[in-house]
């Protein structure tokens, strides 16, 4: 079957989801069946995918026509096939989760309708063959998505998270309909397949200038720094499978649209716009997952996790770009690759992580670190899983975070082939900066699962959690994907090549895969890696030596003492490490960004300690909202205020208005 | 003389040793429990790791104790080790009367140590003189730990806890056993 | 070259010997008592235990108890009863047990009781 046809059934399958959940009005048995359409739908994406990655560009389906909003046109196209597959991924994993998380009730049959009837949104999006289309699709999984944040519209926080959202998506949206709007106009043409080869008529500060405008549009979506500000305020908000559905999908449609202009419908541009997507994907990884160190709740620290993972996606576009521009056609080809397996390494384990702060949320009450704690005692199979998960976007071996980035920085260490050097320094030098992003991200993560996780419980809440009743086998499944990326990377690196094949024209075999199961990162002559091989030593490692130890055990008795505390007399939770103390290095080292503020109040003054309550409070200066945000929401009141009169309420005047818009339509159309 | 191997004396640490039958000939475990003793106790003549442990002491024992550290007495030069984690150490100095707020602490610690394992109580106050039980301190540390060496003085000097040490893992003999503190031996008068 | 290697080049070895060879310092240290029972009755006795400030002193009946583990070396006794008591030199007092540690003075028997 053709990849169009498996989109065909996943489309249907949503809508069938999306109308059950609405026809039962809540009732549990058409919720259930809800879910069940939408797994479905979501396994026929993934075939979709998979599809379209394999086989490359399918034809360019229209339907209907008119003169105002042009024709509906899909193709499943390769570069869309890798984010379908993720998408099909992510609904399936979702919808399983939904089963068990969602209480049934007729708010929850709206929200699950919405959901079913955003992923079809996404899909489309991705199979857009057109520029209306896309736009038409994108501006609708903007305001569903919108409407799955306002999942519990009378929570604190939920309505000012979702406006963000949405405020952001529509400033994005505009800019992205200038960038179109530019292509369309100078290649005369809607459809993207006739834009892509026309493109090289487009003369080239209009090129550049509407790379730039998808650049910035698309950022707002991806959560490029200073446009991410909207992540961390809507996902912590929406409910968990929402926050999934945004970062491990949505975000990523940012991605895909990045990679549409840069690679598919573009030509290979100047370096320049090369080096400031890397420079911009490097800043936003650094930042992004500075700001997740400081952060106690767990939604928010995963939201600055997601813009940290878009930095390093972006990253490698940008300098697929710059060796393009070089003539390196081999690693252009290469690092679209890589990005391309971080964007689906990414959606799987990001997606994983928010289900599972889901979980913790339903079953402690909280999403505070510091209330949690010795939760793998209470929610042993949810431990599990997300330590795959953490293990995973820490990009630690053998996992599937460590392949896609050992990709991306093979790539990048391989920027002295550009042949100048500046540029390469300046490779170099992204290429650190995501180096720090890794090591930040390791500690990050550490302190990310190790607070809530380990140690002892804080509070009561946190010791009484109870894995009854939790779902399980959505994010499961995305643990069973994360080591299935991880140990079969030859047969991912194999389909993403064909895709990134179609897409740039580049045949990266056979030099990418020696039949041995090892990836040659473009170039023979720089270095060769297998994951699988890896994945089993490290396993043999481990297992080896504990099996030496069990059969040659000594036979003494032995005694079971607690472990060693010190000596002291109580150890109370409270002594443990604290999510604010574990990353307090960084606020040290750092201060330069965080510009922390400190209050303390004392009672008094009692040098002896008898001091009474103390009240410390210490807070992260948010510079982007503070010096950023701020001054244009000012600017634009002020601009409202002195455009104001102009609304005077009299009819007169408004026809004075009309006269002269008139007049001025008419000059313009004469001339 | 010394009072059986000291790597014996406490039993209960040692594993698969039964206490001796009383009166009656050495049977075969307790042969078997001696070899092993030995072997310990060879093992720990070439090196002891040792934990001090201060149970209230006003810290003279402790600066006697911190030269053996120093080049001129240099215990290491005699397979001694000092170590701050009970987990690694073989040896468990105390000093001080045992203050009763710090019992659970001396427990603790003990039971971190594994096996085999030996206590040395070092200074006067730690065998039960100066201070006198009462609302505050046990007096000595044998009302909590089971104690197999002891180190009078006050406080002992570093010769006295070396020579210690040596008897402890059974490269010194014991002397003061034999010895009368009386002037004149030749004064011993029939009651 | 460093100063401290020539000066310890210099100066030798300041490693004590011991116990493969005696220390000079030994011959310095304070150390507990040694009774004189022909200097000790009853009354003597009874003087030395009051004036012990670690308690390390006892009379029973006709028997000065010397807890050696509890004696601090202070010598009071020694200053308080002139000639009963003086230092016995002996430093390597290490016992492996408890009991070890207690002697027992026989008092010089007074004439007649």
């Known amino acids: 079957m053709s990849a169009l046809t498996w989109f065909y059934l996943a489309a249907g399958g949503w809508v069938l989801a999306a109308a059950a959940a609405l026809a039962g009005r809540g009732a549990p048995r058409l919720i259930h069946t809800a879910c069940v359409l939408s797994g479905l739908a979501g396994a026929a994406g993934i075939a979709g995918g998979a599809s379209a990655l394999w086989w490359g560009n399918s034809r360019v389906v229209s339907a209907g026509g008119s003169v105002i909003v042009g024709t509906l046109?899909?193709?499943?196209?390769?570069?869309?096939?890798?984010?379908?597959?993720?998408?099909?991924?992510?609904?399936?994993?979702?919808?399983?989760?939904?089963?068990?998380?969602?209480?049934?009730?007729?708010?929850?049959?709206?929200?699950?309708?919405?959901?079913?009837?955003a992923c079809l949104g996404c899909l489309a999006v991705l199979a857009a063959a057109n520029v209306v289309t896309f736009l038409v699709a994108w501006e609708s999984v903007a305001l569903l998505c919108y409407l799955l944040i306002l999942r519990h519209p009378g929570r604190t926080d939920?309505?000012?998270?979702?406006?963000?959202?949405?405020?952001?998506?529509?400033?994005?949206?505009?800019?992205?309909?200038?960038?179109?709007?530019?292509?369309?106009?100078?290649?005369?043409?809607?459809?993207?397949?006739?834009?892509?080869?026309?493109?090289?008529?487009?003369?080239?500060?209009?090129?550049?200038?509407?790379?730039?405008?998808?650049?910035?549009?698309?950022?707002?979506k991806a959560g490029l720094v200073p446009l991410h500000v909207w992540l961390p305020e809507a996902h912590p908000v929406a409910p968990a499978d929402g926050s999934a559905f945004l970062s491990g999908l949505v975000v990523n449609l940012g991605a895909y649209g990045i990679a549409l202009f840069a690679f598919r419908l573009l030509p290979v541009g100047p370096a320049w716009l090369g080096l400031l997507t890397m420079g911009a994907g490097a800043i936003t990884a650094a930042i992004g997952i500075l700001y997740a160190l400081n952060e106690r709740d767990l939604k928010r620290f995963l939201a600055f996790s997601t813009i940290e993972n878009t930095g390093i996606i972006v990253t490698a576009f940008g300098a697929a770009m710059t060796f393009g521009a070089y003539g390196q056609r081999a690693l252009w080809a290469f690092l679209l690759l890589a990005g391309l397996y971080h964007v689906a390494n990414h959606g799987t384990y990001k997606t994983l992580l928010f289900l599972e702060a889901g979980v913790i949320e339903h079953t402690t009450g909280t999403r505070d670190m510091d209330r949690l704690g010795g939760l793998i005692h209470r929610l042993p199979r949810s431990a599990v899983i997300t330590l795959i998960g953490t293990l995973g976007i820490a990009a630690l071996p053998p996992l599937n975070g460590f392949v896609s980035e050992w990709l991306i920085f093979q790539g990048l260490f391989q920027g002295f082939r550009t042949g100048s050097h500046l540029v390469g320094?300046?490779?170099?030098?992204?290429?650190?900066?995501?180096?720090?992003?890794?090591?930040?991200?390791?500690?990050?993560?550490?302190?990310?699962?190790?607070?809530?996780?380990?140690?002892?419980?804080?509070?009561?809440?946190?010791?009484?959690?109870?894995?009854?009743?939790?779902?399980?086998?959505?994010?499961?499944?995305?643990?069973?994907?994360?080591?299935?990326?991880?140990?079969?990377?030859?047969?991912?690196?194999?389909?993403?090549?064909?895709?990134?094949?179609?897409?740039?024209?580049?045949?990266?075999?056979?030099?990418?895969?020696?039949?041995?199961?090892?990836?040659?990162?473009?170039?023979?002559?720089?270095?060769?890696?297998?994951?699988?091989?890896?994945?089993?030593?490290?396993?043999?490692?481990?297992?080896?030596?504990?099996?030496?130890?069990?059969?040659?055990?000594p036979g003494a008795d032995s005694v079971t003492v607690p472990v060693w505390d010190g000596g002291m007399v109580t150890f109370r939770p409270r002594m443990q490490y604290s999510a604010m103390t574990f990353s307090a290095p960084t606020r040290v080292t750092f201060?330069?960004?965080?510009?922390?503020?400190?209050?303390?109040?004392?009672?008094?003054?009692?040098?002896?300690?008898?001091?009474?309550?103390?009240?410390?409070?210490?807070?992260?200066?948010?510079?982007?909202?503070?010096?950023?945000?701020?001054?244009?929401?000012?600017?634009?009141?002020?601009?409202?205020?002195?455009?104001?009169?102009?609304?005077?309420?009299?009819?007169?005047?408004?026809?004075?208005?009309?006269?002269?818009?008139?007049?001025?339509?008419?000059?313009?159309?004469?001339? | 003389m010394t009072d059986g191997d000291p790597a014996l004396s406490s039993?209960?640490?040692?594993?698969?040793?039964?206490?001796?039958?009383?009166?009656?000939?050495?049977?075969?475990?307790?042969?078997?429990?001696?070899?092993?003793?030995?072997?310990?106790?060879?093992?720990?003549?070439?090196?002891?790791?040792?934990?001090?442990?201060?149970?209230?002491?006003?810290?003279?024992?402790?600066?006697?104790?911190r030269l053996l550290a120093a080049p001129h007495y240099d215990l290491n030069r005699l397979g001694f080790f000092f170590t701050p984690a009970p987990r690694h150490a073989d040896l468990l100095m105390v000093t001080g009367p045992m203050v009763r707020a710090f019992d659970v602490a001396a427990r603790k610690t003990y039971e971190a140590m594994p096996g085999p394992k030996i206590v040395v109580a070092t200074g006067a106050c730690a065998l039960g003189g100066v201070y006198q039980p009462d609302a505050f301190v046990h007096g000595s540390v044998a009302e909590i730990l089971p104690v197999d060496v002891w180190i009078p003085g006050c406080p002992p000097s570093p010769l006295a806890l070396l020579q210690g040490l040596l008897v402890a893992v059974d490269r010194l003999a014991e002397k003061v056993g034999g010895l009368s503190f009386a002037a004149d031996e030749t004064q011993e008068a029939a009651q | 070259m460093a100063l401290w290697f020539l000066r310890g080049l210099r100066r030798g070895v300041v490693t004590t010997g011991y116990p493969a060879r005696s220390d000079d310092s030994a011959a310095r240290l304070p150390t507990p008592p040694a009774f004189r029972p022909a200097a000790l009755d009853r009354s003597t006795a009874d003087r030395l235990v009051a004036v012990c400030p670690s308690l390390a002193l006892r009379r029973e009946a006709d028997v000065l108890v010397f807890d050696v583990g509890a004696c601090t070396a202070c010598g009071r006794c020694q200053d308080a009863v002139p000639g009963a008591a003086a230092p016995s030199g002996e430093f390597e007092l290490a016992a492996t047990s408890r009991a070890h540690l207690v002697k027992r003075i026989p008092l010089l028997r007074e004439a007649g009781t």
Not at chain 1, 95 to 101: H, K, L, S, T
Not at chain 1, 104 to 115: K, N, S
Not at chain 1, 202 to 216: E, M, Q
Not at chain 2, 40 to 59: K, N, P, V
């Open chain 1, 73 to 117: 046109q899909l193709q499943a196209s390769s570069l869309a096939g890798a984010f379908a597959a993720l998408l099909g991924l992510v609904a399936l994993a979702i919808a399983a989760y939904a089963f068990r998380y969602h209480e049934a009730g007729p708010h929850t049959a709206i929200y699950l309708a919405v959901f079913n009837l």
């Open chain 1, 158 to 220: 939920v309505a000012g998270g979702a406006f963000w959202f949405l405020a952001l998506s529509e400033t994005g949206f505009v800019l992205l309909v200038a960038a179109f709007v530019i292509l369309a106009a100078k290649t005369h043409s809607m459809q993207l397949d006739l834009i892509a080869t026309r493109a090289h008529l487009v003369p080239a500060g209009w090129r550049d200038a509407a790379y730039l405008l998808a650049l910035t549009g698309f950022g707002f």
């Open chain 1, 425 to 553: 320094i300046l490779i170099v030098v992204a290429a650190a900066t995501l180096g720090l992003t890794g090591g930040l991200a390791i500690y990050a993560f550490v302190r990310g699962y190790g607070i809530p996780f380990l140690g002892m419980a804080r509070t009561r809440q946190s010791a009484e959690a109870a894995e009854t009743g939790q779902p399980v086998a959505g994010p499961g499944l995305l643990a069973v994907a994360c080591v299935a990326l991880a140990v079969g990377a030859p047969l991912v690196v194999l389909a993403l090549s064909r895709a990134v094949g179609t897409v740039t024209g580049v045949t990266l075999r056979p030099d990418l895969l020696p039949g041995n199961l090892t990836i040659i990162p473009a170039h023979t002559d720089f270095s060769a890696f297998s994951p699988t091989y890896l994945t089993v030593f490290l396993v043999a490692v481990t297992v080896v030596p504990v099996l030496i130890y069990l059969s040659g055990r």
């Open chain 1, 591 to 671: 201060d330069a960004l965080y510009r922390p503020s400190v209050s303390m109040h004392r009672a008094s003054d009692d040098p002896a300690g008898r001091s009474g309550p103390v009240h410390y409070e210490t807070e992260v200066t948010p510079v982007f909202q503070r010096y950023l945000y701020t001054p244009v929401v000012r600017a634009v009141e002020w601009l409202a205020d002195v455009i104001r009169p102009m609304q005077s309420g009299d009819v007169n005047v408004y026809l004075l208005y009309l006269f002269l818009v008139i007049l001025a339509a008419y000059l313009i159309g004469a001339l």
């Open chain 2, 11 to 65: 039993q209960q640490d040692q594993p698969g040793v039964p206490p001796p039958a009383s009166g009656s000939e050495p049977g075969p475990e307790l042969a078997a429990g001696r070899q092993l003793s030995e072997r310990i106790a060879r093992q720990f003549g070439r090196s002891l790791h040792i934990r001090t442990l201060d149970t209230g002491s006003c810290a003279a024992c402790e600066q006697e104790i």
